[in-house]
């Protein structure tokens, strides 16, 4: 039985250490922050393995509340990095990539929003034309981005249109 035990902690130091070392390249190399996160959350865990393995090793229980403390800071910094990543905006386009330029692949290339004419129907019930009554006030006119609503108020211009405050007219 001690012979297939450090067999299998043999294995599993080698297979933490190498994913360490991965960890490691990953953070020197980046190229991106994100990049540098996730290498240090793999690295987190990798330290977690080591400690495991340890615990293992030694037959001993007293290093479980580590390896849950430590992998609750893992999985909150993944969620925290997860969430950064996700309203990192996007990076903007060089000039040397613009569509038509070679060396850009056609995949690459951002294609043009499609025509109003090409949009495809609502989902609703709603049966009236792009265009139409629908999408407009009740009186047809059409409504630019500036106009407002006949429901909206009008914009708040200070205390000199508020009854009740000082300033009334």
Known sequence: MDVVMTVVVA?????????????????????SMLDRAIGLDLLAAALVGVI???????RRTETIPILVALSLVGFVGS????????REPAAPRRRDDAPGE???A?????????APESLPAPLSGDTAPRGGPADGP??????GPTDRPAHDPAPDDGPADRPGREGER
């Open 102 to 104: 070679p060396g850009v």
């Open 79 to 86: 969620v925290a990095i997860a969430r950064f990543a996700a």
């Open 52 to 58: 495991a393995i340890e615990a293992a090793w030694l």
């Open 138 to 143: 009740a009186d047809g006119t059409a409504q």
């Open 106 to 114: 056609p995949s690459d290339r951002d294609d043009p929003p499609p």
């Open 11 to 31: 294995a599993a130091a080698v297979l933490v250490a190498a994913a360490a070392v991965l960890a490691l390249v990953r953070v020197e190399r980046g190229p």
